[in-house]
T-cell receptor, first 113, second 113 residues
Framework: DTGVSQNPRHKITKRGQNVTFRCDPISEHNRLYWYRQTLGQGPEFLTY????????KSRLLSDRFSAERPKGSFSTLEIQRTEQGDSAMYLCASSQRTPETQYFGPGTRLLVL | AQSVTQPDIHITVSEGASLELRCNYSYGATPYLFWYVQSPGQGLQLLLK??????LVQGIKGFEAEFKRSQSSFNLRKPSVHWSDAAEYFC???????????FGTGTRLQVFP
């Protein structure tokens, strides 16, 4: 049983550049979540998918952020025109149904210079 | 408003001592409660969860937690701490009417030999 995987694990970019992260959930899980965690804080919900459908988005998810899950399997999170405030750990999680445990990946740590 | 409070930012204990990490929540519906642990630079690992039933739940690594509805609390306990338990601990709440988790700000546990 492979867990949730995320790529890349680390990303350093310059302000104004676009970045894209990928999340591969546990294979039979139809729910996929994105969270953001800044230093010294707990994870904050960004968005989630049930299969291909994006069902909820946080107000934290500005217009520069977009997430997709085109075939109901892996998901991508894109940040356009990155800002220094986007520096954080981006965590992906998946679950089979609600209520159910959300299993987290190792995260992608983004540093915007 | 839905929220989770972890009053202790940082706790230091000696190896072999008992441990209690506090968690208080505010949630309008029936809460589902979780404790996750995060090692530096890593994702979150589930320690235990409460959905319903017995209010004392057992988890991995010898941890347990007790749900007290009257106190809106879900404190995590361990009778004897090991050096490998040093990490960040997060309490989270979800519910039947939402798929997202709301996390506390975490408690950093340091263990002295």
């Amino acid at each position: 049983d492979t867990g949730v995987s995320q790529n890349p694990r680390h990303k350093i970019t310059k302000r104004g550049q676009n970045v894209t992260f990928r999340c591969d959930p546990i294979s039979e899980h139809n729910r996929l979540y994105w969270y953001r965690q800044t230093l010294g804080q707990g994870p904050e919900f960004l968005t989630y998918f049930q299969n291909e459908a994006q069902l909820e988005k946080s107000r934290l998810l500005s217009d520069r952020f977009s997430a997709e899950r085109p075939k109901g399997s892996f998901s991508t999170l894109e940040i356009q025109r990155t800002e220094q405030g986007d520096s954080a750990m981006y965590l992906c999680a998946s679950s089979q149904r609600t209520p159910e445990t959300q299993y987290f990946g190792p995260g992608t740590r983004l540093l915007v210079l | 408003a839905q929220s989770v409070t972890q009053p202790d930012i940082h706790i230091t204990v000696s190896e072999g001592a008992s441990l209690e990490l506090r968690c208080n929540y505010s949630y309008g519906a029936t809460p589902y409660l979780f404790w996750y642990v995060q090692s530096p630079g890593q994702g979150l690992q589930l320690l235990l969860k409460y959905f319903s039933g017995d209010t004392l739940v057992q988890g991995i690594k010898g941890f347990e937690a007790e749900f007290k509805r009257s106190q809106s609390s879900f404190n995590l306990r361990k009778p004897s701490v090991h050096w490998s338990d040093a990490a960040e601990y997060f309490c989270a709440v979800g519910g039947s009417n939402t798929d997202k988790l709301i996390f506390g700000t975490g408690t950093r546990l340091q263990v002295f030999p």
